[in-house]
C-alpha cells in the first residue's frame, strides 16, 4: 500500500502519466507533420522574407483545456534560431465538492532553439523552469497546499510546430519534456479548515512539460505599419 507522503505526487503527476498514452498519437502526428514538402522558388522566398520579419505567438494548450486548467502562453522570435516561450497556467476551481479540488497557479517560461523558422515550422528544443502554487485535495482525509514555497523546477523539451492551412495565422505545435521539481508541501486534515498535520518535501523526476498548443501568429512588422 503505497504510504500517504506520496498521495500528493500521484496526483500531481497523475494528468501527465495518463497523457502518456496520447505519446502514440502524438508521434503519428508528428512522424507525418515532419514528411519533407518541396519549395518552389516563390515559397522559397516567402520563407526567407519572413525569417526577417519579428513575430509574436499568442497560444493555449489544448490538452490542459481538456483538463478544466485554463492557460494563456506568449511566445516571441529573439532572432531567426531562437525564441522565448511564457504560459500561465490557472485552475481556481473546486470539482463538485468543496473536499475535491486542483487549484493551481503557475508559470513556466522556456528559451527555445529552432532548427527551421522560430515560432512557424521546425523542430525545437527548449529549457523551462516550471514555477508552481498549489492546494489539492484528493479525499476527505487530507488537503495539501504549498507552505509560501512555490514548486520549482528545470528540464528541457522537445517540440515540433507546424502551420495550419497556406501561409495562414495559425499552428500547432507538439511538445515533451522532462527534468527535476523540488516539491515541499504542508499536509492538512480534510475536514473543513482542518487543522496543520506535518509538512514533506520530495524530489520529483518525470515529465515537466506535455502539450499540443493551438496558436495565433502575429506580424509584428506589419502591425506597426
Request: hydrophobic share 45%; glycine share 8%; charged share 20%.
Amino acid at each position: 500500500m503505497l504510504s500517504e507522503s506520496w498521495a500528493l505526487f500521484l496526483y500531481l503527476c497523475v494528468a501527465m502519466n495518463l497523457l502518456r498514452h496520447i505519446s502514440l498519437l502524438l508521434v503519428t502526428l508528428l512522424a507525418v507533420a515532419m514528411l519533407p514538402v518541396p519549395l518552389s522558388a516563390q515559397d522559397y522566398e516567402y520563407e526567407v522574407e519572413e525569417t526577417r520579419v519579428p513575430l509574436l505567438n499568442v497560444k493555449t494548450n489544448a490538452l490542459e483545456v481538456a483538463m478544466l486548467v485554463a492557460n494563456l502562453g506568449v511566445e516571441f522570435r529573439i532572432t531567426p534560431r531562437l525564441s522565448f516561450d511564457m504560459i500561465w497556467h490557472y485552475s481556481p476551481y473546486d470539482y463538485f465538492v468543496a473536499r475535491r479540488k486542483l487549484r493551481l497557479d503557475a508559470i513556466e517560461p522556456e528559451l527555445r532553439f529552432w532548427w527551421g523558422e522560430a515560432l512557424v515550422r521546425g523542430h525545437f528544443v527548449g529549457l523551462h523552469v516550471p514555477v508552481a502554487g498549489f492546494n489539492i485535495q484528493l479525499n476527505d482525509k487530507y488537503r495539501y497546499q504549498d507552505p509560501n514555497h512555490a514548486l520549482c523546477g528545470v528540464g528541457v523539451s522537445y517540440g515540433y510546430a507546424m502551420p495550419l492551412g497556406r501561409r495562414g495565422n495559425w499552428g500547432v505545435e507538439f511538445t515533451v519534456g522532462v527534468g527535476y521539481m523540488d516539491v515541499k508541501y504542508d499536509v492538512y486534515s480534510g475536514k473543513c479548515n482542518g487543522a496543520y498535520l506535518r509538512t514533506e518535501r520530495r524530489n520529483y523526476f518525470g515529465i515537466t512539460r506535455l502539450g499540443v498548443d493551438i496558436s495565433y501568429r502575429i506580424d509584428m512588422k506589419k502591425v506597426e505599419r
